[in-house]
Antibody
């Protein structure tokens, strides 16, 4: 049974750096093909993918936020950490981490997010 | 960046209706398209992956089709628990993009 849970501050001030931790169980980020992603959702708005880290420490970032994002993993602690610098009120959102499930289609690997954390609401306000 | 456009943004339907939601990619994504359902205050739940593969445990009234740039999610007989917002999502292995969502409301 895979579970994930996000933790971090619920309120940050503008210009501060947000650090969120995803603590998971039921899989190992040391294992081939595993990965964890971060997705956020502003209140009443759509989902937005932020970053993903693979078992081999390869990383992917949203092009629109790449200069502000860092994703790291600590496989021994079963944790993935996301940092987002220079927070702004528009970054107010529920932040989710999710498990990446790979699959093969027509000989190519792709993936989807099959298990999600409950999400954590982060408000940016002075 | 690959952009995903869903239509409609919202629709009103009744229990028992057949519901169809479309998703269009800004470029060819093959069949690498996933569909999620999200209820208020809850995390999204995957329904379909690879454009047409049903995730384990998802009722068979949900189906997906399409390839290239045009995709469809169909709910054959809408149930009370299906009133929710639905998102399509693509990945090319470098970025993951969600559509803007389609809210299925009670008529």
């Amino acid at each position: 049974q895979i579970t994930l849970k996000e933790s971090g501050p619920t309120l940050v001030k503008p210009t501060q750096t947000l650090t969120l931790t995803c603590t998971f169980s039921g899989f190992s980020l040391d294992s081939s093909k595993e990965g964890v992603g971060w997705i956020r959702q502003p209140p009443g708005k759509a989902l937005e993918w932020l970053a993903l880290i693979y078992w081999d420490d390869d990383k992917r970032y949203s092009p629109s936020l790449s200069s502000r994002l860092t994703i790291t993993k600590d496989a021994s602690k079963n944790q993935v950490v996301l940092t987002l610098t220079n927070m702004d009120p528009v970054d107010t959102a529920t932040y989710y981490c999710a498990h990446r499930r790979p699959y093969i289609l027509t000989g190519y690997y792709s993936d989807y997010f099959d298990y999600w954390g409950q999400g954590t609401l982060v408000t940016v306000s002075s | 960046d690959i952009q995903m456009t869903q239509s409609p943004s919202s629709l009103s339907a009744s229990v028992g209706d057949r519901v169809t939601i479309t998703c269009r990619a800004s470029q060819n994504i093959g069949s690498f398209l996933n569909w999620y359902q999200q209820k208020p205050g809850r995390a999204p739940k995957v329904l379909i992956y690879g454009a047409s593969s049903l995730e384990s445990g998802v009722p068979s009234r949900f189906s997906g089709s399409g390839s290239g740039t045009d995709f469809t999610l169909t709910i054959t007989t809408l149930q009370p628990e299906d009133f929710a917002t639905y998102y399509c999502q693509q990945t090319d292995g470098f970025s993951w993009t969600f559509g803007q969502g389609t809210k299925v409301e009670v008529k």
